[in-house]
């Protein structure tokens, strides 16, 4: 006999980016795509395996690639540094689905290099570690400019649905 629920894991993504009043400048909502290694990372902690990299996902990234995602990539097409410590993380269940939703913030002053005023953003992901660990999902969107006074929240929702 085989058993097949069907569920499939997705994601969507809430960008919000705002002013230095906090007024919402721009609001859009993405799906994102899990990666063969945010699968792989997902089944090694149900396993309670641990190693290289495994553990909870505690950081989000941005960056300015615009490849679309595949499921064999590792990592973002171009990465702007520092990545953001994930500010919330909370678990919930709507109906039958359990839900992670996390969020974290970038300010335009630590993304945007000196001398520079503005970085288009077009892609994010969220990793197990400040710099290299296991990404776990990716999105592109259209470009975002992010300017050294603004602030770019993203609230991502995780969701893992009955069959």
Not at 89 to 102: F, L, P, R, S
């Amino acid at each position: 006999m085989q058993i097949s629920d069907g569920q499939q894991m997705y994601g969507k993504v809430r960008i919000i980016l705002k002013d230095k009043k906090g007024m919402v400048i721009e609001e859009r909502e993405v799906r994102n795509t899990i990666v063969n290694k945010g699968r792989e990372l997902v089944a090694n902690l149900l396993a309670g395996n641990t190693g290289a990299g495994i553990g909870a996902i505690t950081y989000m990234g941005v960056g300015t690639g615009s490849t679309a995602t595949t499921s064999n990539m590792e990592g973002l097409e171009t990465a702007k540094l520092p990545r953001s410590a994930i500010e919330k993380k909370t678990v919930t269940m709507v109906g039958e689905e359990a839900q992670i939703d996390i969020e974290a913030t970038f300010k335009g002053d630590d993304i945007v290099p000196e001398g520079e005023t503005v970085v288009s953003l077009r892609e994010s992901g969220i990793f197990t570690a400040q710099s290299e660990g296991i990404m776990y999902n990716r999105i592109i969107f259209d470009e975002i400019p992010l300017r050294k006074s603004l602030e770019l929240t993203l609230q991502w929702k995780l969701c893992f649905p009955a069959a």
